[in-house]
């Protein structure tokens, strides 16, 4: 029953989800591509970009989006896409309202407890591993293609990638241009040779 | 002086649908995610309609911050729940996120009807390299706040390799991470007991 699944996966993504949005895609691609095989691994790339380029906070972007695709993926009607995104988001949502109830006074007292900043010493690190293996799991034969198959497209993703990566990182451009120029320069690039 | 000395002008007085509509603004215009709308909830909520104080505020943002889950979704939790209980929490919440949810239906509607169109896929070609690029912004950015340091750098190697290489949930890695820093607490508890 994919409704049930998607709220046991989107909770379990809210409850573990630390480290802010980006974080929280790889949590959200690991259960989603990985492990539910909901969709490929494209169609995750295409929902990141277009969560990035959208207004609002990417994590409900994404989840909106994941839960809409994954339900229509399965042979529902858009209508069941629907329902399929506001399950998604909501249950997403659930553990931050469960635990804002519980936990935000006793955390707002124990912040600067011992404990409390032990774990997060740890959490801190463990979240840049995170967000590394999500990168590293996007560079595959599916975004980049492969240079046994067509050389030219796989040099030129890494270009792309090259680009991007100076673009967004190196020159501080804002990541939104960044993806609308390599967006436009994919649409002449693919459309004067087509593979 | 006159801008600062905002605790003796009277607050706007609370409703829960101009809560609602204020949060709705803010997630409605803001593209880039929860960093980006600190200033204009700050703005908002404590310059204009002066419902928290400078350091209410400051509180509410960094229990956001260190709960697990969307971070903007966390702070619109959290201010609504201060401001008025769980109703305000609800009307701050949906505020947020519902401009997220009804943009991102409007495209994957919108999308369905162009799978398969050639222009729009040779766009997404061109873009799914540079969002793996995106997705490594965060990790050089995060590495400085984290106090990365020889003594914790293997945290976030091993979480690669759990996560990539063994392909290990990072559901459970975060787990791992929580009861490693428990028990680091408890280690250098013991520790600083014996001395």
């Known amino acids: 029953m994919i409704f049930l699944q998607l709220f046991l996966t989107f909770f ?29 691994s494209s169609q995750f790339t295409d929902i990141v970009a277009i969560s990035q380029m959208t207004p609002g906070p990417i994590g409900i972007n994404a989840a909106t989006y994941v839960g809409y695709t994954a339900v229509v993926n399965s042979g529902m009607s858009p209508a069941w896409g629907v329902a399929g995104s506001l399950l998604a988001t909501g249950s997403q949502l659930l553990p931050s309202f469960i ?7 006793f955390l707002m007292k124990y912040r600067e407890h011992p404990s409390v900043k032990a774990v997060f010493s740890v959490l801190r690190p463990l979240i840049i591993g995170l967000l590394a ?9 599916e975004n980049f ?8 497209p ?22 939104i241009y960044v993806l609308v120029i390599c967006g436009a320069a994919g649409g002449l690039f693919y459309g004067f040779f087509p593979t | ?51 928290l104080t400078r350091e209410e505020f400051l509180d509410l943002m960094v229990v956001s911050q260190s709960a697990p889950g969307v971070f903007a979704a966390n702070f619109a939790i959290a201010i609504g729940y201060k401001l008025a209980g769980k109703k305000g929490s609800l009307a701050c919440a949906l505020g947020t996120v519902l401009p997220s949810i009804l943009i991102i239906l409007a495209i994957a509607l919108f999308f369905q009807q ?24 965060p990790i050089f950015k995060l590495s400085k706040s984290a106090g990365i340091t020889w003594k914790t750098v293997w945290i976030p190697i091993v979480a690669v390799l759990l996560i990539s290489l063994l392909g290990i949930s990072p559901v459970w890695v975060i787990a791992a991470g929580i009861a490693g820093g428990i028990c680091r607490y408890f280690v250098e508890k013991k520790k600083g007991g014996a001395e």
């Open chain 1, 12 to 40: 379990k993504i809210g409850l573990f989800g630390f480290g802010g949005g980006y974080a929280m895609l790889s949590l959200i691609q690991d259960e989603v591509v990985v492990k539910h095989l909901w969709m490929s």
């Open chain 1, 99 to 105: 635990l804002m109830f519980v936990i935000s006074k």
């Open chain 1, 133 to 141: 293996s999500a990168a590293l799991l996007l560079m595959n034969k």
């Open chain 1, 145 to 152: 293609g492969s240079p046994r198959e067509s050389l030219i």
């Open chain 1, 154 to 175: 796989f040099i030129y993703s890494v270009v792309t990638f090259v680009f991007a990566f100076f673009a967004i990182n190196k020159w501080k451009m804002n990541p």
């Open chain 2, 1 to 51: 002086m006159l801008t600062d000395s905002h605790e003796d002008i009277a607050p706007v007085p609370f409703s829960y649908w101009k809560a609602f509509v204020t949060f709705f603004k803010i997630g409605f215009f803001t593209i880039g995610g929860g960093a980006v709308m600190i200033p204009i909830i700050e703005r908002d909520v404590v310059d204009r309609l002066h419902w």
């Open chain 2, 114 to 137: 162009f799978r398969g169109n050639r222009v729009v896929e040779n766009v997404f070609r061109g873009i799914r390299p540079a969002v793996a690029a995106l997705i490594m912004g």
